[in-house]
């Protein structure tokens, strides 16, 4: 199930999409799964299950934490494919956000069959620019499964142009220079960086890094086809600790706060 | 007789080798670029940079002043007679690295880093460091040419190293501890990448070992491949020959690949690298990366990684700070695969019985990086006879290792009872 199913559902309704992360194994794999099941209930279009990881580089504090918790707590590489079944079987399409090596590790190949047998829509890849390595597309496209790779302000309209071309499903627009994690206000680049994307491709074009309410998914559904809500939701989590009914509760209201903002932009 | 003070020995002007990275990074089948998309305008930027300043003769000239009156190179090949004696089997030269400026052969980096850094008109410059060495130096080369220091240090390590911290911040760094991870260097590479995506539009990541995205491996052993294009020339002076064998010490393995460079197409000279073998690799508690490790992408790279079956790094084991770290230079990789050099691990045990040697034989103490090295070569110079030379690189000087050879040898306890 390709994420473009839910954009283009997102687009006649005349509204941005919402792409709900959390990690896969946070604060563990049943638990991560009840708070997908939530996040989509509440008004997630897409999910993002993220693939713990003990060297993330792109990652804030938030997220790194909730990856430590669930690698201490034993999370396995195959724990990511029966959350990404859970979702899947919700309608919703999940595409898993890797860093690079536990993929390659797993082997590509059988990732991508794996990853295609539990229904997942794709990757998302924050290590790997579509110049890194061969191997990925080749197998993402024999298992029709979406590349999304990520464009940021830095980039040159060269790269942009490159990088768009090899995307399918989406592509990820980073908001600002800087790592993920809250912030209070949104950022003066994303929009120009959307603009030179969307003069690339005709891919839906998402935004990420930085959101956490639903005035700032408003702010951005104006220019972008997705909100992208990482850290905002894995604070959340963690900011209810043992209270998992409460944490579910949390992640509810949070969800359509931001879902009611991308039907505001 | 070439004086080797005065001559115009650059080393940025070294040849090319036969294994020397593709255009894109690659050595064989390590390297590459596996990095977040912010980061890669500023590591193309930095390639195209490097590439101009080592064909600009104006950089170069200066490169090799900075080298000559600051950080004391060419540094002196060492015929090492009384250890030569001792050991029994070929003659022992060492490359003293160890006296170099902040004391060892991190200086040539940080200092040709640093200078590309002001020549892309950047004001602040990051780095990491696991035992403080490659920090200090970059708290030196950021004094030396006023620019801004930000260092991030495992928060274990800033504990273990705690003079290391007092000598960087006396040099006006800003000296960050990494609670993140394992907090050790593994984590201090994460946090400084971190750091530099937000900072990179005025910032240069000083990346302190041959390891990293491209273009720091290559960058990296450009910087400090005066080791060995120095060495060769004293040697073919001194013994009217090459070599039989070099050897170093490979943690990420920027001495080590600063020494192996020139003599990567005299095949007749062996190569040997010395891993930290920890408790011994077969105990799983080293930092052995060629030896035990698999093939997969770390900091950037794909390389030899200490990993499970998940691809999640494994935390290594060294007594020597400078060597723990669970990856390894791409080159090293490549040359280990292609065979052209052999990597052995040496145990913390046989470095710290070899630093005590050197110190009772020639009154010289090393780092413990540097000890794996003479370790490791004193098998090698055993192997090879009395006809052969061995060539060292004595990468560091051991001040900072005083407390763990305390501790290790028991020193001072006799003194303290007849107190």
């Known amino acids: ?265 | 007789m070439t004086d080797l003070t005065t001559a115009p020995a650059s080393a940025l002007t070294g040849a090319p080798t036969s294994y020397d990275a593709d255009e894109q990074g690659w050595f064989g089948d390590f390297g590459g670029r596996f990095m977040p998309e912010a980061l890669v305008a500023a590591l193309d930027e930095l390639t195209v940079a490097w590439r101009e300043a080592v064909a600009d003769p104006a950089f170069m000239a200066e490169f090799d002043a900075i080298q000559r009156d600051y950080a004391g190179t060419p540094s002196r090949l060492y015929d090492a007679e009384r250890l030569t004696r001792r050991i029994g089997g070929a003659r022992i030269l060492l490359k003293r690295e160890d006296l170099n400026h902040t004391g060892a052969h991190k200086i040539r980096n940080v200092l040709g880093q640093a200078l590309l850094t002001k020549r892309m008109g950047k004001s602040r410059v990051i780095a990491e460091t696991g035992a403080g060495q490659h920090g200090v130096a970059s708290a030196t080369a950021a004094a030396y040419f006023e620019l801004d220091c930000t260092v991030y240090m495992g928060a274990v390590d800033t504990r273990r190293q705690a003079l290391n911290v007092a000598r960087m911040e006396l040099l006006g760094a800003k000296v960050v501890p990494v609670e993140s991870g394992s907090a050790t260097l593994k984590d201090a590479i994460n946090e400084a990448m971190r750091d530099w995506v937000a900072s990179v539009d005025h910032t240069a990541y000083l990346f302190g070992t041959a390891a990293g995205p491209h273009p720091f491996p290559s960058m990296v052993r450009d910087f400090t491949r005066g080791i060995g294009d120095e060495a060769r020339e004293q040697c073919l002076e001194l013994t009217g020959r090459l070599p039989d064998a070099v050897a170093a010490c490979v943690g990420g393995g920027s001495n080590a690949i600063g020494l192996f460079t020139a003599f990567l197409d005299d095949p007749e000279v062996r190569i040997y690298g010395f891993e930290p073998g920890g408790d011994g690799v077969e105990t799983g508690r080293h930092a052995a990366t060629i030896h035990a490790g698999d093939s997969g992408v770390l900091h950037g790279a794909r390389t030899f990684v200490l990993q499970d079956e998940d691809g999640q790094t494994v935390e290594s084991h060294s007594i020597s700070a400078g060597l723990d770290y669970p990856g390894v230079g791409p080159q090293h990789a490549h040359l280990a695969k292609t065979g052209r050099a052999e990597y052995r691990p040496v145990t913390d045990a046989q470095s710290m019985d070899a630093l005590a040697l050197l110190a009772r034989t020639e009154g010289i103490i090393p780092a413990i990086e540097s000890a794996h090295a003479l370790a490791g070569a004193f098998d090698v110079a055993r192997e090879l006879g009395p006809d052969a030379t061995v060539l060292i690189n004595l990468s560091g000087r051991g001040d900072k290792d005083m407390e763990t050879a305390r501790e290790w040898f028991a020193l001072g306890e006799k003194t303290q009872e007849q107190v």
């Open chain 1, 1 to 265: 199930m390709s994420t473009s199913v839910a954009f283009e559902k997102a687009r006649s309704d005349d509204r941005a999409a919402l792409v709900g992360y959390l990690p896969a194994g946070f604060p563990d794999v049943d638990g991560s799964i009840a708070a997908l099941e939530a996040m989509v209930a509440a008004g997630c279009d897409v999910i993002e299950v993220g693939l713990p990881y003990s060297d993330p580089v792109m990652d804030g504090p938030t997220i790194q934490a909730a990856a430590q918790q669930a690698l201490e707590g034993g999370f396995r590489v195959r724990d990511v494919f029966r959350t990404v079944e859970a979702v899947a079987a919700t309608g919703t399409p999940a595409v898993v956000m890797t860093y690079w090596n536990p993929v390659e590790r797993y082997g590509v190949e059988r990732f991508a069959r794996d990853l295609a047998g539990a229904g997942g829509a794709g990757l998302i890849t924050p290590d790997l620019t579509p110049d890194s390595d061969p191997h990925w597309p080749s197998a993402a496209d024999a298992h029709d499964l979406d590349k999304v790779y990520l464009v940021a302000p830095s980039s040159t309209d060269e790269r942009i142009a490159m990088t768009v071309a090899a995307c399918r499903g989406f592509v990820y627009a980073t908001a600002v220079m800087g790592v993920t994690g809250a912030r209070t206000t949104t950022s003066e680049l994303a929009e120009p960086l959307v603009a030179r994307t969307k003069a690339a491709t005709g891919l839906p074009v998402g935004v990420g890094l930085g959101v956490s309410t639903g005035d700032q998914a408003a702010e951005i559904a104006a220019y972008a086809d997705a909100v992208i809500v990482g850290s905002a939701f894995v604070r959340t989590l963690l900011d209810h600790g043992d209270d998992r009914a409460g944490g579910l509760r949390a992640l509810t209201v949070l969800t359509e706060d931001l879902a009611d903002g991308v039907r505001r932009g």
